[in-house]
């Protein structure tokens, strides 16, 4: 998986973003290396604004190349919502599919992302959170045909692990979180998620 993150996007983002293009280009003539989606990309005004023109510039390019390449992509966005989907309806015909990383967003937001039909939210540690509300927006409006599991390591990490290092170990926490929200067996929340990251990305597990 190969992008540019928005918090790395500055005034040089378009010199970045051939270097990179250049590399996936690379890869994908070679049998050795397989690139599987373009990522992570996308929209971050959590910390400035500074970027803001560029940050969606750059990002509207790699959607561009996801579309032309039929490479799904993984999408970072904080605080810009708005801004993203407006991005992705002008290509929504077109869209190879992907995931909205790390999801932590209201029923409104969600429904909202799940209008993009291959798209799927990523869904991480927040949901054994105390104070998260996801094990209710979930089960009332994303089916488990709609989520993949993360673990957004090192950052993240589930309780009873959070303010340590996360890992991917430390996934099991969320499946059984999710299992109980739900009302399912952790199983099929392994199996479900698992299905749907093939779907997605196009391999085997």
Known sequence: MLGLHPEEVRADWSVALSEIKQIINSKLQTSKFKVLAIGEVGLDYYWSREFEHEQLEAFEEQVRWAVDMQLPLMIHCRKAQNELVTILKRYAKNLPGGV?????GNEQ???QLLEFNRFVLGIGGVSTFK????PEVLPTCVPLDRIVLETDAPYMAPVPQRGQRNESAYIRHVVTR???AYGVSE??????TNE????VFGIQI
């Open 131 to 134: 104070k998260s509300h996801l």
């Open 178 to 180: 999710l299992a109980e």
């Open 109 to 111: 937001e969600a429904r």
């Open 196 to 199: 749907n990251v093939q779907k």
């Open 187 to 192: 199983e099929e929340i392994c199996q479900k």
């Open 100 to 104: 909205f990383h790390c999801f932590t």
